[in-house]
């Protein structure tokens, strides 16, 4: 009579769950800076995007795409962001892809544009969470007015005629022209009758900030005259 002993074998499968993560950055491209999620950048720089695509599923994606509306928009190709397959993580696959397209060349402004990537398992679409990086086109611009009158509530005028010795009164007008917010903001003027340290501006001063300060009373000196 023999013996033996039972033996069993257990499989579990997980349910296949194909995911794509999509990571977008941005950067200067003359000279290469580091990429970032965001920028700061003069108008009419050459601009740089990497997309990074990962499968962080459990089967492997195929007919991965990116796709950019702005960047597509603008005549960047997006031809180099593409790929026949991405795998599952192995000891032998790595699965991470990289692609970089440019150059845009950067507005004024803060311009922020979405990512998408794509791809198909089993037939079926498979589609990242959006992505987006910035960059803000950085175009500061200040603008002095400088006016006077015969009282400190004007009317104001470019320029005066008074006899010498009359009390008159100077009016400076700082505007943010730009796109970008200005701190300690100041004035200077080599006329010695006026002590431009009494002004007090808006600060800090943001775009399209107006900003006023009025000196006086100066007697009116004989060579007239002041910048």
């Known amino acids: 009579v023999g013996y033996g002993n039972a033996a069993n074998a257990t499989l579990s499968v997980d349910p296949a769950a194909p995911v794509l993560r999509l990571s977008k950055q941005v950067r200067v491209a003359v000279p290469p800076g580091p990429w970032l999620e965001s920028v700061v950048v003069a108008p009419g720089a050459?601009?740089?995007?990497?997309?990074?695509?990962?499968?962080?599923?459990?089967?492997?994606v195929s007919g991965v795409t990116v796709t950019d509306p702005l960047l597509s928009g603008a005549g960047v190709s997006l031809a180099a962001c593409s790929w026949p397959l991405i795998p599952?993580?192995?000891?032998?696959?790595?699965?991470?892809?990289?692609?970089?397209?440019?150059?845009?060349?950067?507005?004024?402004?803060?311009?922020?544009?979405?990512?998408?990537?794509?791809?198909?398992?089993?037939a079926a679409p498979v589609v990242a969470p959006p992505n987006d990086a910035s960059y803000f086109g950085a175009a500061p611009g200040l603008s002095l007015t400088k006016q006077i009158g015969l009282s400190a509530s004007g009317p104001w005028l470019s320029s005066l005629t008074v006899a010498a010795g009359t009390n008159v009164f100077y009016r400076f007008t700082i505007a943010n022209s730009g796109n970008t917010t200005f701190t300690g903001v100041s004035i200077s003027d080599p006329?010695?009758?006026?002590?431009?340290?009494?002004?007090?501006?808006?600060?800090?001063?943001?775009?399209?900030?107006?900003?006023?300060?009025t000196l006086g009373p100066v007697a009116a000196g004989g060579a007239g005259g002041s910048t």
């Open 46 to 60: 050459a601009l740089e995007y990497r997309f990074v695509v990962e499968n962080v599923g459990n089967v492997p």
């Open 88 to 122: 599952v993580a192995s000891q032998v696959d790595d699965p991470t892809v990289t692609c970089v397209v440019g150059q845009l060349t950067a507005a004024a402004g803060l311009v922020t544009n979405t990512a998408t990537a794509q791809g198909t398992y089993a």
């Open 191 to 213: 006329s010695p009758a006026i002590d431009e340290s009494q002004c007090t501006y808006v600060d800090p001063l943001p775009p399209g900030g107006i900003s006023v300060c």
